[in-house]
C-alpha cells in the first residue's frame, strides 16, 4: 500500500506525546485501525495513553502496555482495542486473539510493535516514535488511506493551533 501524507513532528517529553496521542483519539472515528512501531521506552504506551484521553476513557481505566494479555479493552466514545504484539510467537496469534472481527469495527484499533508482523494489516495511519533523546522523541506519521490522510490532517493543524 503505498503513502497518502506523511508529517513529521518532535516531541520535547512524554506530556507532549500523550497531547499528540489525545489530537488522535479526539479527530477519531469508529473503524480506524493505527499501527505503532518504535524500539523499547520511544512512548508507544504514552501515545496510546494520549489517544485514550482523546476517546473519553475514564482516568480510573488505566492505559498501560498490555505486553501480558496482548490485548486490553477501554470504553470511552467507542471501544479502544489496545493490542500489544511485543510476545506474539506466531503470526496465527493475532488471528487467534479476534483481531479480524475487531479491526475497523465499532472501535479504535490500536496495534503496538506492529512491525514485528511479517505482513502488516490493513491500517489508515502508521506511526513510528523514535529517540532522540533521554525526553525528545521524533513521531513519523504515515496515513495509509484516504481516512488517514484525513486523520493526519486534523492532528497536525490541531497540533499547530495548539
Not at 47 to 75: I, K, R
Not at 101 to 124: F, H, K, N, Q, Y
Request: glycine fraction near 10%; hydrophobic fraction near 40%.
Amino acid at each position: 500500500m503505498s503513502k497518502l501524507a506523511d508529517w513529521e513532528v518532535r516531541s520535547e517529553n512524554p506530556c507532549q506525546t500523550r497531547a499528540l496521542g489525545r489530537l488522535l483519539g479526539e479527530a477519531a472515528e469508529p473503524g480506524l485501525v493505527v499501527l505503532l512501531a518504535g524500539e523499547l521506552g520511544t512512548g508507544k504506551t504514552c501515545f496510546a495513553q494520549g489517544v485514550a484521553a482523546g476517546l473519553g476513557v475514564a482516568a480510573d481505566s488505566p492505559v498501560t502496555s498490555p505486553s501480558y494479555t496482548l490485548l486490553n479493552v477501554h470504553y470511552g466514545r467507542f471501544p479502544l482495542y489496545h493490542f500489544d504484539l511485543y510476545r506474539l510467537a506466531r503470526v496465527d496469534d493475532l488471528a487467534d486473539l479476534g483481531y479480524d472481527e475487531i479491526a475497523e469495527g465499532d472501535g479504535l484499533t490500536l496495534v503496538e510493535w506492529a512491525d514485528r508482523m511479517s505482513t502488516l494489516p490493513d491500517a489508515s495511519l502508521s506511526v513510528v516514535l523514535e529517540r532522540v533523546s533521554e525526553e525528545v522523541r521524533r513521531l513519523v506519521f504515515v496515513a495509509q488511506d484516504e481516512r488517514g490522510r484525513m486523520l493526519l490532517h486534523k492532528i497536525s493543524t490541531g497540533m499547530s493551533s495548539s
